[in-house]
Each structure stands twice: as C-alpha cells, then as structure tokens.
C-alpha cells in the first residue's frame, strides 16, 4: 500500500527534521517541502497568488508521484480542511493510505529554533 503522509505544524517543531527521518526508513519515498517550493520564487511576497501556486504545485505533485508508486512525505507547515480534503481526495484516487500528523512544541523552543534561519523561509 502507498502512503501520503503529511507533516504540519507551526515553524521549528520538526516537520523537516521528522520527514526527512522517515524518508530513511521508506522505501521508494520523496519528500516535498513547501519551503523547498517556495525557494523557486525568488521575490517571494507571500501574496495570495504566489501562496496558491506553491499549494498547486504542491498538490499536482503529490498526485504525480503517487501515481508513480512513490509514498509521499509531505513537510508542509499549514494545515487547513480544505487542503486536507485535496490530499484526501488525491490519496483515494491513488489508493494510497492518507496519514496527517501536527507536530507541536513549546513557543520558545518554536522561537529559539527558527531564531537562527533566514527571515524569508520563517512564515
């Protein structure tokens, strides 16, 4: 069975660190990363347009490498029910098992983790 699993959580809790960690251990997974996305956009404003094209792109390559028999790891950030009924719908058409997993931690460890990164990938 294919997994789509999907990390959320506020900046510093993990999401990165846990994906990539589990990304070890499956066989024949990719990661996706919002931030990794976001990094093609070089004068990134976090404006409504750019947000929805990272999210499609996030999305249609889910869909993608599902369909190719990869299980997707998914280290994004937000988390709504209107985004969590697309990878479900996505997950379905894939036969793929959906796992979505929040990750939260203290605000001043949050704080103290993404204190050191760069302004433009802390959202």
């Known amino acids: 069975m ?3 699993i999907y990390f959320s959580g506020m900046p510093g809790t993990g999401k990165t660190t846990a994906s ?3 990304k070890k251990i499956i066989k024949d997974s990719v990661v996706i990363s919002r931030n990794s996305i976001k990094k093609w956009f070089s004068d990134f404003k976090n404006n409504d347009l750019e947000e929805k094209l990272i ?3 996030l999305i249609k390559s889910t869909d993608v490498f599902l369909f190719n028999n990869y299980d997707v790891i998914i280290d994004g950030a937000g988390w709504s029910k209107n985004f969590y009924d697309k990878f479900k719908k996505i997950a379905q058409k894939n036969k793929a098992r959906l796992v979505s997993i929040r990750l939260n931690c203290k605000m001043e460890t949050s704080i103290r983790r993404t204190a050191g990164r760069k302004k433009e990938y802390v959202w």
């Open 55 to 57: 999210y499609t792109i």
């Open 20 to 22: 990539l960690e589990l």
């Open 2 to 4: 294919k997994y789509l």
